[in-house]
């Protein structure tokens, strides 16, 4: 079973490894919602306490998959969904971080959630029309009805988290962190240690590179993610093939697989961070769940971060479009 550690100084308590949910949903092939609500009941029993969604994983219809899954395991669990972008006729059209729409998007993420509270609850991209100040504001509000538990943020740059912080207290920021994407590591992670925030990364396996068996991006249907990220296109691929050869190397020596490796090395890089690898089949969960367990050598560490330094990976992790959207 897994053991728990805290998120922020307010109190948030979840399982050392949660699980991503967006993937049942929506960017990585199909959906099967039997394996998937499987897969959700299965980490439960396994000790997972932590289940990350978002208003626009389907859109909708992610949050109102967990909620059928777990509207009978609600004590059990904590529930991490996010709000900040406009949806318009079931597409996405922009971001709002507007009082008034948080205030509306919260409300109907309970309806689909089967709940009467979200337990962390993220802005998903920061809005520069809005001062993160009113946002903040508006979750402190939130929180004193009863409606929201804590406060989190989500790919938010070390002068935003500042700004929200003094507002009202940041519990986790939730940012792509892995062997893969190390950016954090230089100017957000000290300060999310200063200021007592966890660290909630997704995208801990690379979009699957650092598991192994991926494709170049044009294999991958038109709908799969993949098709479309930098680091799977061209001469960018069979350079980040190479350098991600460490991961496996090391996985042979604990008889591992390359995806348990890359998780336990996320989990050494401190006890305020809990990834949150997302797979909609038991097998993966079942994997994941137990990278927990592997402890990795200081040799080992040393290597998986020498292999995989920024400097030897190709290509930006988003296309110009989602780049736009991370605060910087």
Same mark, same amino acid.
């Given at each position: 079973m897994l053991t728990n550690r805290k998120l922020g100084r307010q109190g948030l308590t979840v399982s050392t490894v949660g699980l991503g949910c967006m993937g049942m949903s929506r960017a990585y092939g199909p959906a099967d919602e039997a394996e998937s609500i499987a897969t959700i009941h299965l980490a439960v029993d396994s000790g997972v306490t932590l289940f990350d969604?978002?208003?626009t994983y389907g859109p909708y219809v992610n949050e109102e998959l967990l909620g059928r899954a777990l509207s009978k395991r609600r004590n059990d669990v904590v529930i991490a969904s996010k709000f900040g972008f406009d949806i318009q006729d079931g597409k996405v059209v922009g971001l709002n971080s507007r009082p008034e729409h948080i205030r509306q998007a919260v409300d109907a993420m309970l309806e689909r959630l089967r709940t009467d509270w979200i337990d962390l609850l993220y802005q998903h991209r920061v809005d520069p029309a809005v001062p993160i100040e009113d946002v903040a504001g508006t979750v402190a509000d939130l929180v004193r009805g009863g409606k929201v538990r804590y406060f989190g943020l989500s790919e938010a740059?070390?002068?935003?988290i500042r700004r929200a912080h003094q507002t009202f207290p940041v519990s986790a920021l939730q940012s792509e #962190?892995? $062997?893969?994407?190390?950016d954090l590591e230089q100017g957000v992670i000290p300060v999310l240690r200063?200021?007592?925030?966890g660290l909630v990364p997704f995208c801990p396996l690379g979009r699957g590179f650092l598991a192994g068996g991926v494709k170049h991006a044009e294999e991958y249907p038109e709908d799969d993610y993949r098709r479309h990220d930098p680091r799977f296109q061209g001469a960018n691929f069979d350079r980040n093939v190479a350098a991600a050869d460490a991961v496996r190397e090391i996985a042979l020596a604990y008889r591992a697989t390359p995806g348990q490796i890359a998780i336990a090395w996320l989990l050494h890089q401190g006890a305020d961070i809990v990834p949150?690898?997302?797979?909609?089949?038991?097998? #993966?969960? $079942?994997?994941?769940?137990?990278?927990?367990?592997?402890?990795l050598n200081a040799a080992d560490l040393g290597r998986l971060a020498s292999a995989l330094d920024s400097s030897r990976i190709a290509g930006e992790r988003y296309n110009e479009t989602y780049m736009a959207l991370v605060d910087r």
């Open positions: 969604t978002a208003e740059s070390a002068v935003t #962190y892995s $062997l893969w994407e190390r200063e200021l007592g925030i949150i690898p997302g797979t909609k089949r038991r097998s #993966y969960l $079942l994997e994941n769940v137990a990278a927990a367990s592997i402890n």
